[in-house]
């Protein structure tokens, strides 16, 4: 292994894959929901969010709640919402729904 990651096999078939399979989708969304996850930085997270700036997608950040959201973070969502995960699937839905129409209603005016 070289100290080039840029030469290092399985970043190359990493990037190769972001590229063939996350790109596209982020490219082809109106807006993107990036799920904040809790503890250490996680770096799908931080390649899909990337991508949703460098693309300039509107980003809905869904942040567990009580959650400390960085202001440089902050700065770059267009909408946070505090999920309960363990509130259950219908609670998520509707708070993701609202947001979700926000946007909606952003883009057309």
């Given at each position: 292994m070289t100290d080039d990651i840029a030469n290092d096999p399985e970043f190359v078939d990493w990037a190769r894959r972001v590229e063939r399979e996350v790109v596209p989708k982020i490219a082809a969304s109106a807006f993107t929901i990036s799920l904040m996850p809790k503890g250490p930085p996680n770096i799908k997270f931080a390649v899909e969010l990337g991508l949703s700036v460098m693309l300039d997608k509107p980003i809905i950040l869904a942040v567990p709640t009580g959650s400390v959201v960085?202001?440089?973070?902050?700065?770059?969502?267009?909408?946070?919402?505090?999920?309960?995960?363990?509130?259950?699937?219908?609670?998520?839905?509707?708070?993701?729904?609202d947001a979700i129409e926000r946007q909606i209603a952003k883009g057309s005016e």
């Open positions: 960085p202001a440089k973070l902050r700065a770059l969502a267009d909408d946070i919402v505090e999920v309960d995960w363990d509130e259950g699937s219908p609670a998520v839905h509707s708070i993701l729904t």
